[in-house]
């Protein structure tokens, strides 16, 4: 149908085989509800038939805005009578030989005819669904998918069909699968969206784009799980999708190499996706790498730098992710930008000697936490709480260090009354407990968050026994961990029965204990049938050979090669405090003259934790054994009242 002007006023016309007739008289019979006259001069007036009449009156109501009626002219249409005297006419076309050119492709009475058909069919199907009939809609779009399929056997060729055919086809392919959703048909929706990007469509780019996102969103956030594809369109040596995620994943890096072609508008909604699946999978490496592969211009650099600073801390990539926080926070970027603050901050409290800095971050994120923002500021003060208990351990002085321990613990307390029910906050502030030998408040945290945690994390039921261990409660303690046992799965259960061991040890019963560690034994050797070996970098495969080897030469009485095993395990990871003590107290025991040295390695134990009873006691001996003896008795004082109050493992073993 188009429009007309004559004399400055509007004229709508059809127009088909070169006649044209005035909508205005056709709208009229049908007012007065004469369709068959409306039909009648719309056959004479434009050399029609009867199917392609009525699919042009049908059509008119559709416009005018009368769905009901609309459905009343195609119902007694029969529409797929129509296709079958089309394909003829096409199947013909398909002995054309390749190189003719569209003057010698078939005419256009039939391409038009097509068009008023499968027209027809597809406003039915949006008039089905616009009275909420999707099941019906569906059965009839698809019916235009299956009828182009029939026509066009090879799929759409493009030099050979009209404009007005091919937008048909494409709205149609882009329906059905959204009409399937709407009736619950699932899995016919997946099959729709399948069909419409593995079949010849002849879609345009943004069409085929708009698809693909659609299937996307569905994979992943619609709840249903699709099943492999059919082997039908399988292709022998493709990759094929296990899961909703990897075609998703797929379909993604598919959307982002055509923007970057330029075959498809950009859209910022496709990185989001993208950003959220690869998140889920824990690989934001290869999120890095598509950040990275984008056009200059499509992201300011700053958000460049700030989604590439993310990608890396996800991946444990942390000295790349802060060098681009650096550069993002310049005093001539965005220095105050809350989101890049609190992330170099976290960054920062994992590393001692990069705390000082993050509290620096913290302390300027607290400062912009304000307005809108101001929902933040207890992130920022938990930041800053965990940067200054981190800076305490490399303190260099018993002040300092108190110092700044007691500004951890007062930042992590204020961004408690802030984020009450944080679970991770009231974990970490239970931990800060916890060290520093506040039992009471500890266990008054841990059990706050095993109740906002409901008992489903395994560190709640571990950090319950180890503070119930710490107050000289060893049944209570095993009876937290016998039901941690029975709440957790088979392969989860290495650290309880460790941890119940070491209980029934403190408790003189090392039988029981014997007969635990057999549990876990065979529970190790069976998960290494299973799963074969645990996976483990090789870096951390050799420290965790040194820091065992270390042990294993003292149990044996080989006090040279066990110092050898702790100073290499030292020189790996410097602030390992049992091989700082071990190797003070094999020092202390092999060589008398080496006394500094032995007390210079316990000290520095100390620094790092301060409530290592052990530290103490053989610092007490060092003291002893070179005629310090106030010295000797205040370490031992020391030693024996953290005996009073020490866990059956260090707090920090669960941080």
């Not at 300092?400 to 029910?421: D, F, G, M, T, V």
């Not at 974990?427 to 945690?453: D, G, I, K, P």
């Not at 008795?633 to 941080?655: G, H, N, V």
């Amino acid at each position: 149908m188009e429009s007309s002007e004559n004399e400055s006023v509007s004229v709508r016309e059809v127009h088909a085989n070169g006649s044209r007739v005035v909508t205005s008289e056709i709208e009229a019979k049908l007012d007065e509800g004469n369709i068959q006259e409306a039909e009648s001069a719309l056959r004479e007036g434009l050399s029609l038939n009867f199917e392609e009449a009525r699919a042009l009156l049908g059509k008119l109501e559709y416009q005018r805005g009368n769905v009901e009626a609309a459905l009343r002219v195609f119902d007694g249409i029969d529409l797929q009578a129509a296709i079958q005297r089309l394909q003829p006419s096409f199947s013909d076309k398909a002995q054309v030989k390749k190189g003719r050119t569209r003057a010698e492709s078939p005419s256009s009475v039939s391409q038009h005819a097509a068009s008023l058909v499968l027209e027809a069919i597809y406003l039915k199907a949006k008039s089905l669904q616009k009275l909420g009939k999707y099941t019906e809609a569906a059965s009839d779009c698809k019916s235009i998918l299956d009828a182009v399929e029939k026509i066009f056997y090879q799929g759409i060729p493009d030099i050979q069909v009209d404009n007005k055919l091919q937008e048909i086809v494409s709205h149609a392919v882009e329906l059905l699968p959204e009409l399937w959703k709407q009736a619950g048909g699932y899995d016919e929706a997946i099959s729709a969206y399948r069909r419409a990007l593995l079949s010849q469509w002849n879609l345009d780019n943004d069409c085929c784009a708009r698809i693909q996102k659609s299937f996307v969103v569905f994979l992943l956030y619609s709840g249903v799980e699709a099943s492999p594809p059919s082997l039908a369109v399988q292709i022998e040596g493709a990759y094929v999708p296990k899961n909703n995620l990897e075609e998703a994943i797929l379909l993604l890096l598919i959307l982002i190499r055509k923007f970057c072609l330029g075959k498809a508008e950009w859209d910022p909604s496709v990185m989001e996706h993208l950003t959220f699946a690869l998140s889920v999978c824990s690989q934001t490496s290869i999120l890095a790498k598509q950040f990275e592969d984008l056009m200059p211009g499509v992201y300011h650099r700053i958000d460049r730098w700030n989604s590439l600073a993310l990608c890396f801390s996800g991946a444990g990539q942390n000295d790349s992710a802060l060098n681009l926080l650096r550069k993002s926070l310049h005093k001539h970027e965005r220095p105050d930008d809350l989101t890049s603050l609190l992330l170099a901050a976290r960054i920062c409290s994992e590393d001692p000697y990069l705390a000082a800095e993050g509290v620096g971050h913290a302390q300027r994120a607290i400062s912009n936490a304000h307005g809108l923002n101001e929902h933040l500021k207890g992130v920022a003060l938990r930041m800053l709480g965990l940067c200054l208990g981190k800076q305490a351990k490399v303190a260099s002085s018993d002040f300092e260090r108190s110092r700044l321990q007691s500004k951890a613990l007062e930042s992590l307390e204020e961004a408690i009354r802030l984020e009450r029910n944080n679970s991770d906050l009231i974990f970490e502030l239970a931990v800060q407990y916890a060290e520093h030998r506040n039992l009471t408040a500890a266990l008054r945290s841990a059990r706050h968050f095993f109740n906002e945690t409901g008992g489903s994390i395994l560190k709640a039921w571990i950090l319950l026994a180890l503070i119930l261990s710490a107050q000289q409660k060893y049944l209570e303690a095993e009876m937290v961990t016998d039901a941690a046992l029975d709440q957790t799965a088979r392969w989860e259960q290495g650290p309880l029965l460790r941890l119940k061991a070491k209980l029934k040890i403190s408790q003189s019963r090392p039988m029981d204990a014997i007969e635990t560690y057999r549990y876990l034994l065979a529970l190790v050797q069976a998960q290494k049938k299973s799963f074969g070996s645990f996976p483990m970098s090789s870096k951390n495969k050799r420290e965790r050979q040194i820091k065992d080897t270390s042990v294993l030469f003292e149990g044996r009485g080989q006090s040279q090669e066990a110092l050898n095993a702790a100073i290499n395990s030292v020189l790996i990871e410097p602030n390992y405090v049992p091989s700082k003590i071990l190797m003070g107290a094999l020092v202390q025991k092999i060589d008398s003259k080496a006394l500094p040295a032995a007390r210079s390695m316990l000290s520095d134990a100390l620094r790092v934790e301060p409530t290592n009873r052990k530290a103490w006691y053989y610092l007490g001996l060092v003291h002893k054994q070179d005629g310090r003896m106030a010295d000797a008795a205040d370490c031992f004082q020391a030693a024996y009242m953290l005996e009073e109050s020490d866990p059956i493992e260090s707090f920090s073993t669960i941080l």
